[in-house]
């Protein structure tokens, strides 16, 4: 194993404990199979549901579905490097392909298997990262407003198509442009909520101390933004790569159960682009859309997001 120099020791910006006024009830557990410290939560027995969080949240956007879920199944909800409570190492890339060794490193010294993959936001292709390197430890796979890419034919052309039209996309690329986005991206724990306002956040009424808290606690300086920081810049400098498939393994992915469930009001991820390239992968995939719902749409319908899901385990 690698040695770590000081400029990548172990830093937290959460106290591993911390519970965020009792929303937050989980026990912290910490891996360091990548050579950081993946914070993740792993709670209730059962088959295995694998969450997986995007930008710029962490693994409490999931805290309603690990609640609703545990009772009966595993869940497992890490926080990828550089967000939630896990570590923030100074000198490691933060882009699409680390995020998928990350995980990868982690599922194989975790020994997971027969895993239930629920994932949001740039958790889909880091989830399908996962799928694709390893098709036998996946037996389900859910998309909650997370890209499934799996060798669509007509992939870069939506994905052009919505960076065009997305708020957020076209901030990135502005604000590279003109040198400000990590000046913004590294004070995200003020301005956390504009961001995800940016993004589509519509659950107004979420918003309190508590919760703004906990989304804007890792990033208390800039040295723990890299990971935000890395996301974005990745898009805007073209950096992020999906991870290459056979057509023998995209076959074998596509067979497997699958459902999309789409908060129609996501305007970061525009649904006329998403679901199509879902079908185009997964052509008996089941499909819900949710009217009113945004990106977040863990925050904004989590009790209609834990029912599906449910029922979508019990019957596949």
Same mark, same amino acid.
């Given at each position: 194993?690698?040695?770590?120099?000081?400029?990548?020791?172990?830093?937290?910006?959460?106290?591993?404990?911390?519970?965020?006024?009792?929303?937050?009830?989980?026990?912290?557990?910490?891996?360091?199979?990548?050579?950081?410290?993946?914070?993740?939560?792993?709670?209730?027995?059962?088959?295995?549901?694998?969450?997986?969080?995007?930008?710029?949240?962490?693994?409490?956007?999931? !805290?309603?579905?690990?609640?609703?879920?545990?009772?009966?199944? !595993?869940?497992?909800?890490?926080?990828?490097?550089?967000?939630?409570?896990?570590?923030?190492?100074?000198?490691?890339?933060?882009?699409?392909?680390?995020?998928?060794? *990350?995980?990868?490193?982690?599922?194989?010294?975790?020994?997971?298997?027969?895993?239930?993959?629920?994932?949001?936001?740039?958790?889909?292709?880091?989830?399908?990262?996962?799928?694709?390197?390893?098709?036998?430890?996946?037996?389900?796979?859910?998309?909650?407003?997370?890209?499934?890419?799996?060798?669509?034919?007509?992939?870069?052309?939506?994905?052009?198509?919505?960076?065009?039209?997305?708020?957020?996309?076209?901030?990135?690329?502005?604000?590279?442009?003109?040198?400000?986005?990590?000046?913004?991206?590294?004070?995200?724990?003020?301005?956390?909520?504009?961001?995800?306002?940016?993004?589509?956040?519509?659950?107004?009424?979420?918003?309190?101390?508590?919760?703004? *808290?906990?989304?804007?606690?890792?990033?208390?300086?800039?040295?723990?933004?890299?990971?935000?920081?890395?996301?974005?810049?990745?898009?805007?400098?073209?950096?992020?790569?999906?991870?290459?498939?056979?057509?023998?393994?995209?076959?074998?992915?596509?067979?497997?159960?699958?459902?999309?469930?789409?908060?129609?009001?996501?305007?970061?991820?525009?649904?006329?682009?998403?679901?199509?390239?879902?079908?185009?992968?997964?052509?008996?995939?089941?499909?819900?859309?949710?009217?009113?719902?945004?990106?977040?749409?863990?925050?904004?319908?989590?009790?209609?997001?834990?029912?599906?899901?449910?029922?979508?385990?019990?019957?596949?």
């Amino acid at each position: 194993m690698k040695k770590e120099n000081n400029k990548s020791s172990n830093r937290f910006s959460i106290n591993s404990w911390e519970t965020f006024d009792d929303t937050w009830p989980y026990e912290p557990h910490f891996n360091k199979a990548a050579g950081f410290g993946m914070h993740y939560v792993d709670e209730g027995d059962g088959e295995i549901i694998l969450a997986l969080h995007g930008e710029p949240t962490w693994g409490y956007l999931f !805290r309603h579905l690990i609640g609703s879920l545990s009772t009966k199944y !595993r869940v497992v909800v890490p926080d990828h490097m550089g967000f939630g409570k896990s570590e923030t190492p100074q000198d490691r890339s933060y882009l699409l392909q680390d995020h998928i060794n *990350n995980l990868e490193k982690f599922v194989l010294d975790l020994n997971l298997k027969d895993i239930t993959l629920v994932m949001h936001d740039f958790g889909g292709p880091v989830g399908m990262g996962l799928a694709i390197r390893h098709p036998d430890r996946i037996k389900r796979i859910v998309s909650v407003n997370g890209p499934t890419p799996l060798a669509q034919p007509n992939l870069g052309q939506a994905l052009n198509k919505n960076g065009a039209t997305s708020p957020w996309f076209s901030w990135i690329f502005k604000a590279y442009e003109n040198g400000t986005l990590e000046q913004v991206l590294s004070q995200l724990d003020y301005n956390i909520l504009s961001t995800l306002k940016l993004n589509g956040f519509e659950n107004n009424d979420l918003i309190t101390d508590t919760w703004l *808290n906990a989304y804007g606690a890792h990033f208390k300086s800039r040295e723990y933004t890299l990971g935000a920081i890395g996301w974005a810049k990745g898009f805007a400098e073209g950096a992020h790569q999906f991870e290459p498939t056979t057509s023998s393994t995209a076959e074998k992915i596509s067979k497997k159960p699958t459902m999309a469930i789409w908060g129609m009001a996501d305007k970061t991820l525009q649904a006329n682009y998403f679901i199509p390239l879902f079908q185009e992968a997964f052509p008996n995939g089941e499909i819900h859309t949710l009217n009113g719902v945004g990106h977040y749409s863990l925050e904004d319908a989590p009790e209609e997001i834990a029912s599906l899901i449910e029922v979508f385990l019990e019957k596949s």
